[in-house]
Every structure is written in C-alpha cells, then in structure tokens.
C-alpha cells in the first residue's frame, strides 16, 4: 500500500524566512513524487514533480529514498506562497495519486 | 478555455435528496477521476475511471457513483445525500500513457448539505 505523511497540518514563518515543507512517503517499489498547491479559491494545480528535477516559483524538492522523504523548500517565502500544499504519490502501475493531508503555509508580511 | 470544468461549484441541499455534479474535461485525456476534500482539506480519492476500468475506493458509499457518457465526461451522482457529505468535490483528469500522474483539477464544487 502506497501512503503519504505530511507531519505539519500548518506552517507559518515570516517573509524572507526560509521554509521546509515536510514529506515522508511509504511505497516498496519505485514512487513518483509530487507537490500540488492551492491558492486560495483556486484549484489545485501542479508545482513539481521529482523526475523533472525543476525549480518552481523558487520551489525545490529533493526525493531522498535512503529517507522516503520528498520535503519542499524554499529558502526566501513570498508573502504570495501562502496556500496549501499537498505532496502526492503515484506508484508502479498505479497512477492514481494518493494525497497528503496538506500543508497550510502562511506567510506573514 | 478551461481544461477541466465543474458544474455546478456550489450547492446546497436537503439530506435525503439526489443530487449531481457534472465534469468535463477538454485535454483529451483518457483517465478522471473524483477527489473529496473534508473540512479538514484532506483530500481523497473516490474514483478513478478510463473507458476500460473503474475503480472505487473501497470506503466510498455505494449512494455515489460515477457515470461516464463519454471519456470527456465523468459525472458524480449522489443518492440520498447525507450531512457527512458536505464537502467540495474536485474532478480531475490525467493522461496514462502520457507523463506519468500529473492530475489536472476542476475548480471544486462546494456542496452543503442542510
């Protein structure tokens, strides 16, 4: 069974401070990984994924298999990150993603 | 020129009533699927569905279920709606043969149940 841990139900840090995002996934084959945000009264949509090893929005994430980890980082918040973020799974022959609970980040001015 | 469209976004309701929420997707994928998002924003899977197989999380009352007239569309069909159902409801699509597992979401639809 493929399950996803986000430790932190909610984040706040003050603009220009660095954020982590935690993490952690349970899968015994190989996973693909990704963040999903929501801004608010919007959609989700996608941040990154691990393949494409790509920064986003100053965003990067790092999948660390020894640790099962796939933390978020960004090492100066924007008052405009604040939003929920939710790390996903998808699995060997399955690609239906298995959600976190979500992160709240706030971002203070 | 919305990828994935919901309708409606909000509803509010009766229990005991049945009720629909439709979506559409213009991406040409071949995959969608339904999320429940709680109060607590944890988000769910109710439903994945292709025009070969439907899944169903195990846990999902049989009072929902899911009709696809076609791969565009998958709509959601509650019966005998609940309190514990209040929840906005997010369609989603993806494209299995493609990049793997990036979904791409509807705007959600706020359902109330009174």
């Known amino acids: 069974a493929q399950r996803v841990t986000q430790p932190e139900k909610l984040l706040s840090v003050f603009k220009g401070a660095p954020v982590e995002l935690k993490c952690n996934y349970s899968?015994?084959?190989?996973?693909?990984l990704f963040w999903y945000v929501q801004y608010s009264r919007q959609r989700l949509q996608l941040l990154l994924r691990h393949i494409s090893r790509e920064s986003i929005k100053g965003f990067t994430a790092d999948l660390n298999k020894g640790e099962t980890s796939f933390h978020l980082k960004k090492p100066f918040a924007q008052e405009e990150d604040s939003a929920m973020y939710y790390c996903a799974l998808s699995g060997g022959g399955s690609y239906i993603p298995t959600f976190g609970r979500g992160t709240s980040l706030i971002v203070h001015p | 020129d919305t990828a994935v469209s919901q309708t409606p976004k909000y509803l509010v309701t009766q229990m005991g009533n049945d009720k629909s929420i439709k979506c559409e997707q213009n991406l040409g994928h071949d995959t969608m699927y339904w999320y429940k998002q709680d109060s607590k924003k944890f988000l769910k899977i109710m439903f994945s569905?292709?025009?070969?197989?439907?899944?169903i999380n195990e846990t999902v009352p049989n009072r929902f279920s899911p009709k696809s007239p076609d791969k565009a569309h998958l709509n959601l069909h509650i019966n005998s709606l609940e309190l514990g159902d209040s929840a906005v409801y997010f369609c989603a699509s993806s494209q299995r043969g493609g990049s793997t597992g990036e979904l791409f979401f509807g705007e959600g639809s706020r359902l109330t149940v009174l």
């Open positions: 569905y292709n025009n070969k197989e439907l899944i």
């Open positions: 899968y015994s084959g190989s996973p693909e």
